[in-house]
């Protein structure tokens, strides 16, 4: 079993940062990938950014420039500097990450709980 425990979301005005972390936990044996989905009010999750395990980073075209994920392996943690924040930026962030336990396991994947980002104009 993996725990997916978020941080760093608030209110914020319009340009201004914040910056998210999400801490996994538990007897992982590798991160395949890792990356933050947000689903705004009546708007389906969309994927935000991911790092797949080779070290790629994928971005969806609204945060290119302005959002940066990355990853501290030692401390089993993903990070996502969201930089001139937008109002169409409010929404739900969630922490994603396919894992597997062994070598030759499945891949598994979990999802946090939330976070909450509010950016006002």
């Known amino acids: 079993q993996v725990q997916l425990v978020e941080s760093g979301g608030g209110l914020v005005q319009a340009g201004e940062s914040l910056r998210l972390s999400c801490v996994a936990s538990?007897?992982?044996?590798?991160?395949?990938?890792v990356g933050w989905y947000r689903q705004a009010p009546e708007k389906q999750r969309e994927l935000v950014a991911n790092i797949i395990s080779g070290g790629s980073t994928n971005y969806a075209d609204s945060v290119k420039g302005r959002f940066t994920i990355s990853r501290d392996n030692a401390k089993n943690t993903v990070y996502l500097q969201m930089n001139s924040l937008k109002p169409e930026d409010t929404a739900v962030y969630y922490c994603?990450?396919?894992?597997?336990?062994?070598?030759?396991?499945?891949?598994?994947?979990?999802w946090g709980q939330g976070t909450q980002v509010t950016v006002s104009s």
């Open positions: 994603q990450t396919n894992v597997q336990f062994s070598v030759m396991g499945s891949s598994f994947s979990y």
């Open positions: 538990g007897s992982i044996f590798r991160i395949n990938v």
